[in-house]
């Protein structure tokens, strides 16, 4: 499995760029004790983020300063949605990823309301990399899969994984994918990875489809 997740080529991101920002995010120390970072109100260690739009940050909050936030597009933070569900039904060929021309097997593709289109994101051993995305194949990637338009923008993505025997498809909060990536760059070793980042990718995977519990999008 592990030669199909090749170490990218391409550099990280500038950091004032929005992943640069949410890379901060995954790095974080989870600490005991956390706090509402809008209001300092202890929070568990279970809980709801708020996507900061305009510096394209991730914000920990208790569940009183989400509810301000839940679905009014129009405010500086948008609230990350927590549900997860595995895209049993979603269409794409080895063609059509292929013509995405994604250097690995493992991405996720948002909308970004700044930038007015959809674009894909992959883990690698340095961060989040970002990829040049040919939109007309996206398009027609969106058009034989409808659900691609109901994906909340800047905050829900399609995860995709093709490293497993069969690929995957999963729509996800953004902070799922920032998780892998995490997962990622804190146990690769050498230019394969190393056994130990196969194992956690595996893991990470279990654990997103139980969580999912099979629903359908």
Same mark, same amino acid.
């Given at each position: ?33 956390? #706090?509402?970072?809008?209001?300092? =109100? $202890?929070?568990?260690? @279970? ?16 569940? %009183? &300063?989400?509810?301000?936030? +839940?679905? /009014?597009?129009?405010? !500086?933070?948008?609230?990350? $949605? ?27 593709? #948002?909308?970004?309301?700044?930038? /007015? =289109?959809? @674009?894909?994101?992959? $883990? !690698? ?14 398009? %027609?990637? %969106?058009?034989?899969? $409808?659900?691609? =338009? =109901? ?23 953004? +902070?799922? &994918? ?30 997103? /489809?139980?969580? %999912? ?5």
């Amino acid at each position: 499995m592990n030669n199909r997740l090749a170490k990218p080529t391409a550099t990280g991101l500038p950091g004032g760029t929005p992943l640069a920002t949410l890379q901060r995010f995954v790095r974080m120390p989870r600490e005991i004790g956390e #706090v509402c970072e809008l209001c300092a =109100k $202890p929070i568990a260690p @279970v809980h709801a983020h708020l996507l900061e739009v305009e510096k394209r940050r991730v914000t920990c909050a208790c569940e %009183a &300063c989400c509810i301000l936030f +839940d679905g /009014n597009t129009r405010q !500086g933070y948008r609230r990350i $949605p927590r549900q997860v569900h595995r895209l049993h039904s979603f269409l794409m060929d080895d063609h059509e990823w292929e013509s995405l021309l994604i250097p690995v097997n493992l991405a996720f593709f #948002v909308y970004s309301s700044s930038a /007015n =289109k959809t @674009v894909a994101q992959y $883990p !690698g051993p340095g961060g989040v990399m970002e990829s040049t995305l040919d939109l007309e194949h996206w398009d %027609a990637i %969106a058009e034989r899969n $409808p659900m691609l =338009k =109901k994906l909340k923008p800047d905050v829900e993505a399609l995860l995709v994984n093709r490293i497993s025997d069969s690929s995957q498809y999963f729509r996800v909060p953004i +902070d799922q &994918c920032l998780h892998l990536v995490g997962v990622i760059r804190i146990h690769w070793h050498g230019l394969s990875g190393g056994e130990q980042v196969w194992k956690e990718i595996d893991s990470f995977f279990r654990e997103l /489809n139980a969580r %999912a519990g099979h629903q359908r999008a």
